[in-house]
């Protein structure tokens, strides 16, 4: 997909503002995207952001500090409300995701931003779904929504980051199901509704199928303390993905556990300046932000 001419300097600094835009109506129901903006010349790269919450808790106001600390150094960031498990079950969130990418894409000169260099970020299970719908931008059962504006606009993504993501849900299930977590069971059962739902998600599985699927320039991030996902499977993605011809890194933080609330405050400066780093090489490197298919 993408270029650009746009430069973007991680060292910059800029002041920030704030402002919540409706991105989608559905009669009287309507969901919100919280803007982080840069204030500058611009135009800026633009980025979207996925809130976590095990597929069924969390909202656009999640994890500011990543999202102010990127925005401050000239991205972007767009943090969006979606729906979520129970009322809302797989494949709802997808949906609304690929509808947001493309409806920021379309918009993103409102916010003095380039459409051609949107990636898209999330953690935990907001980790799984970005990296989903990066690799399935053009899935019919995510495209259900029409962009009245801009038709002809696609999901696909310049390139995604997923921190702690839960990318093998069904391997999760299994976890919570042998440490006896049934909350944690719950929500699972509640957003994909069954085991089958868990695994058709499943991004080992995906990989390991030989799914035909875009492979964007990924950046998975992991606390080596993470008790929250099964031990080996960022790895068995990263390696997959790889396999299957994606310019993937895997950046591990020691001792760092599953959210961030219980980081450290340098890890957490650590890891926003290994975000900073990735996107501004896959920025700079237009062959590195074409999506690859199999």
């Known amino acids: 997909m993408a270029r650009s001419a746009l430069k973007y300097d991680p060292a910059r600094r800029y002041d920030v503002k704030t402002q ?3 991105y989608r109506r559905d009669g009287e129901q309507f969901w919100l995207a919280f803007v982080y903006q840069p204030q500058g010349a611009g135009p ?3 980025l979207l952001d996925i809130h976590g919450g095990a597929w069924n808790n969390g909202d656009r106001t999640n994890n500011p500090a990543i999202a102010e600390g990127l925005a401050a150094s000239g991205v972007v960031v767009v943090s969006i409300d979606f729906r979520c498990g129970g009322k809302d079950p797989y494949p709802s969130s997808l949906i609304d995701i690929n509808y947001a990418t493309r409806w920021l894409k379309a918009h993103a000169g409102d916010f003095n931003a380039d459409a051609e260099t949107v990636g898209g970020l999330g953690v935990s299970s907001g980790g799984h779904l970005i990296l989903l719908s990066a690799m399935r931008p053009r899935d019919p059962r995510y495209t259900t929504l029409p962009l009245a504006e801009a038709p002809g606009t696609d999901a696909t993504l310049a390139y995604a980051i997923s921190c702690w993501g ?3 849900p069904y391997g999760r299930y299994l976890m919570a199901q042998d440490n006896g977590n049934k909350q944690l069971m719950a ?3 509640r957003y994909f509704l069954t085991a089958d739902g868990m695994q058709e998600a499943n991004l080992i599985r995906i990989l390991q199928q ?3 699927v875009e492979l964007p320039p990924a950046l998975l991030i992991q606390g080596t303390a993470d008790k929250g996902v099964p031990q080996g499977m960022v790895e068995k993605v990263n390696e997959l993905y790889r396999a299957a011809g994606g310019d993937v890194e895997l950046a591990l933080f020691q001792d760092m556990p599953h959210g961030l609330a219980g980081w450290s405050a340098p890890e957490v400066a650590n890891m926003i300046e290994r975000m900073k780093t990735f996107i501004a090489q896959r920025l700079a490197t237009p062959t590195a932000m074409a999506a690859s298919g199999r």
């Open 187 to 189: 929500n699972h059962e």
């Open 210 to 212: 030989g799914e035909k």
């Open 20 to 22: 919540d835009v409706e």
């Open 166 to 168: 839960v990318l093998d």
């Open 44 to 46: 800026f790269p633009a």
